[in-house]
């Protein structure tokens, strides 16, 4: 697959072992920023990467920042995006199966290197079940049209 990453300041030092790691895992990678650890705002690096994966440039995106929590707010804005904030493998894999998450947002302060990989790997990994999820996140969908 190919696979946006982006960052702020926030999980700058992490952003290298998630390269890393997918790549290990066969698939293409684009770094999309940010590219060093001064303060930046994360709203700018998902308008850089979000509306990349929305459009089908990229198969999936991963949004780190200290929580992953801003991330993940931002990226839900944008439309076709289903950003999920998973800090487990339970739900990294669930909103595989689900919900077809197409961003995997996590926060660098939350959780160590080692978990952030393996939820990663998970995610990567995990296919959408469809069936009554398509119903679901296809109503999803219609409440981004007012
Ligand atoms: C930056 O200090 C921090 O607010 C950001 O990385 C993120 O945690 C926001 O949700």
New binding site residues.
């Given amino acids: 697959m190919r696979v946006a990453v982006g960052v ?3 999980a700058f030092f992490v952003k290298q072992a998630v390269i890393d790691h997918i790549e290990t895992l066969g698939h293409t990678v684009t770094d999309l920023g940010t590219f060093d650890d001064s303060s930046c705002d ?1 709203p700018d690096v998902v308008q850089e990467l979000a509306p990349k994966v929305a459009s089908g440039e990229f198969d999936r995106g991963i949004l780190l ?3 992953g ?3 993940s707010i931002a990226a839900n804005k944008v439309k076709g995006v289903r950003a999920a904030l998973c800090h487990d493998a339970f739900s990294a894999r669930l909103t595989r199966q689900h919900n077809d998450s197409n961003i995997l947002c996590m ?1 660098g302060r939350v959780l160590g290197v080692g978990p952030m990989l393996d939820i990663v790997g998970i995610w990567l990994g995990e296919a959408f079940d469809g069936g009554r999820h398509q119903r679901r996140i296809d109503k999803v969908a219609q409440l981004e049209t007012p």
Avoid: E, L, S, V
Wanted: charged share 10%; net charge negative; with cysteine.
């Fill in positions: 702020d300041h926030g994360y920042c200290g929580t929590i801003g991330m926060g």
